[in-house]
């Protein structure tokens, strides 16, 4: 069964500091795909990045940054030096080899970043 | 438009009344989901059409009805719905056939149900 955990519920930090949002994954698919999305308060589900099993390098977006390790079954996600604008709630998902399956999400991190 | 659009963005029905919720893809996917996120829980899938055909039906209850006319277009049917579904209806689309699976989220409608 194909299972994403995020263990976070919520997190507070101050603008300008670094944070770490966790995501650990379980699938017995060999290829496998990896997602973050970020839903803001409009609701909309904001597509961030995409990184298949075969691919572990980490991955840096301006000020996000993901860490893929295969070995702990892990796609965590960094924000450094956090805005007010990046407060949201923050999705983890996992795709199976076969195209067009549907995506499994974690519950989601909240992220509320004060000024 | 672009994207993935939604309407209505917000409904408040009766549980005797019928609607309609309408997704709209401007992607050129051939795949189009339909998602429930209710409060504190994780997004569920309830519906998929891939190439217009259903191929995925999560036990949801007959109460909700898709409909895929066409690859752009994807409605859910609702009727005698009741207080516990409401939540946030979010469609999605996708290009099937392609090695990765990367969704592509509309802004959801929410709907409340007295």
């Known amino acids: 069964a194909q299972k994403v955990t995020q263990a976070q519920t919520e997190i507070s930090v101050v603008e300008k500091e670094d944070v770490t949002l966790d995501c650990v994954y379980e699938?017995?698919?060999?290829?496998?795909?990896l997602f973050w999305y970020k839903q803001p308060p409009s609701g909309e589900l904001v597509f961030l990045i995409r990184?298949?099993?075969?691919?572990?390098q980490n991955e840096i977006s301006g000020r996000y940054s993901w860490n893929f390790q295969k070995s702990t079954s892990s796609f965590n996600f960094t924000i450094t030096a956090s805005q007010v604008v990046d407060s949201a709630v923050y999705f983890c998902?996992?795709?199976?080899?076969?195209?067009?399956?549907?995506?499994?999400f974690g519950k989601g991190t909240t992220l509320s970043v004060s000024s | 438009e672009t994207g993935v659009t939604q309407t209505p963005r917000h409904l408040v029905m009766g549980m005797t009344n019928k609607k309609s919720l309408k997704c709209e893809q401007h992607?050129?996917?051939?795949?189009m989901y339909w998602y429930k996120q209710s409060a504190k829980k994780p997004l569920e899938l309830m519906f998929v059409y891939s190439l217009e055909e259903r191929v995925e039906n999560n036990s949801v209850p007959s109460r909700f009805s898709p409909e895929c006319p066409n690859s752009s277009h994807l409605f859910l049917h609702l009727h005698t719905l009741q207080p516990e579904d409401s939540a946030l209806y979010l469609c999605a689309s996708s290009q099937v056939g392609v090695a990765y699976n990367e969704q592509f989220f509309g802004p959801g409608t929410r709907l409340t149900v007295l």
């Open positions: 998902a996992l795709s199976g080899e076969q195209a067009g399956t549907a995506l499994i």
């Open positions: 990184r298949n099993s075969f691919d572990e």
């Open positions: 699938t017995r698919d060999t290829t496998y795909y």
């Open positions: 992607l050129g996917h051939n795949a």
